[in-house]
C-alpha cells in the first residue's frame, strides 16, 4: 500500500495568506511613505537652517568683495561649496567679475552643494534629500525694485554669470532662497523659503488645499519673489526690504499662504 501523502497548502489556505499580507501592506506602506515625506521635510529645513549659516559665515568672512569696499557679500551654492570660481573685484575694469581660479577653500558647505543641474528653464538647482534647492542673490536696485538672479548650470558647475548680474551692494545684505519636493505626495510635500533674516517659510504646496494656489514640483521650482508680499507699502514686486516677507497668510506674489515653520 502507498502511504506517501502530498503536503502543501489549499488554494484556500493560499488566498487567506494572499488576503492577510494586502491587509498588512495596506497599513504599512501609507505609515512608511509618511514616514519618508516627514523625514525629507525635516531635513530639507535643516539644509536651509544650514545654508543660512553658511550664507552669515560667507558674509562675515570677505570672502567675496566685488566692489573692495570692505563689506563682505553672500554668495551661491557653488561658491560656497568651493567647485566654482567666485565672484570678485577686477580692478583692471573696476567692476565686478568671476575668477574660475578663485576656489573657496576651504570651503563651506559640502560639496556636493556643488552637484548643480539645470531646471526646467535652464537655471541652477541642487537636490538633496528629495528636494530641490534654489539660491537666488539680488540684481541692482531699479526705481525701487530688485530683481533676483539664480545660480547658473552651466557644464553642471554652480556659479554666477560673467560679469555677474548680482549686485555688489545688494549681496551685501539680501539673498534668498528655495526649497520644493522632487515629486510631491512622494518624496515631500510643503516647499520653504529661508533668506537673510533666518526665518523659515513653509506654503502647503498642495493643490487640493483651497489656499495654494500653484504647485512646485520636479524642475517647476518657484520664482525670486514667490514668497514676498504683493500688497506691501510698495507696489512693486522682488527682493526689496520695503515689500516685506510673507507670514501669517498675507497675499503673496505667487498667491500661495507661506507661514512661519513651527518645527
Known amino acids: 500500500m502507498n502511504t506517501k501523502r502530498n503536503s502543501g497548502f489549499t488554494l484556500i489556505e493560499l488566498m487567506i495568506v494572499v488576503a492577510i ?3 498588512i501592506a495596506s497599513i504599512a506602506i501609507p505609515k512608511l511613505m509618511s514616514a519618508r515625506i516627514s523625514a525629507n521635510e525635516n531635513a530639507a529645513i535643516a539644509t536651509l537652517r544650514s545654508i543660512a549659516s553658511a550664507q552669515a559665515q560667507l558674509q562675515s568672512s570677505c570672502a567675496i568683495d566685488t566692489d573692495a569696499d570692505g563689506g563682505g557679500e553672500y554668495g551661491f551654492f557653488g561658491e560656497m561649496a568651493g567647485t566654482a570660481g567666485m565672484r570678485i573685484y577686477d580692478a583692471a575694469t573696476d567692476a565686478p567679475a568671476v575668477d574660475a581660479a578663485a576656489i573657496l577653500d576651504p570651503a563651506i558647505l559640502p560639496t556636493a552643494f556643488g552637484d548643480i543641474i539645470a531646471d526646467d528653464t535652464g537655471e541652477g538647482i541642487v537636490t538633496r534629500a528629495g528636494y530641490y534647492f534654489k539660491m537666488y542673490l539680488p540684481g541692482p536696485t531699479n526705481a525701487g525694485d530688485i530683481a533676483g538672479f539664480p ?5 553642471g558647475v554652480g556659479g554666477s554669470d560673467d560679469p555677474p548680474s548680482a549686485d555688489p551692494n545688494n549681496c551685501e545684505v539680501i539673498w534668498c532662497c528655495y526649497a520644493w519636493p522632487v515629486e510631491p505626495e ?3 510635500n510643503r516647499a520653504f523659503f529661508v533668506n537673510q533674516e533666518g526665518d523659515l517659510l513653509q506654503t502647503l504646496n498642495n493643490t487640493g488645499a483651497t489656499q495654494t494656489v500653484v504647485l512646485y514640483s520636479g524642475l517647476d521650482g518657484p520664482p525670486y519673489d514667490a514668497a514676498f508680499d504683493s500688497t506691501g507699502a510698495s507696489t512693486l514686486t522682488g ?9 501669517q497668510g498675507l497675499d503673496s506674489v505667487d498667491g500661495n499662504v507661506w507661514t512661519i515653520v513651527g518645527n
Do not use: C, D, P
Not at 545660480?151 to 557644464?155: D, H, V, W
Not at 527682493?239 to 507670514?247: P, R, S, T, V, Y
Open 21 to 23: 499580507i494586502a491587509i
Open 151 to 155: 545660480e547658473m548650470a552651466t557644464l
Open 186 to 188: 512622494s518624496t515631500g
Open 239 to 247: 527682493m526689496g526690504a520695503n515689500l516685506g516677507i510673507i507670514a
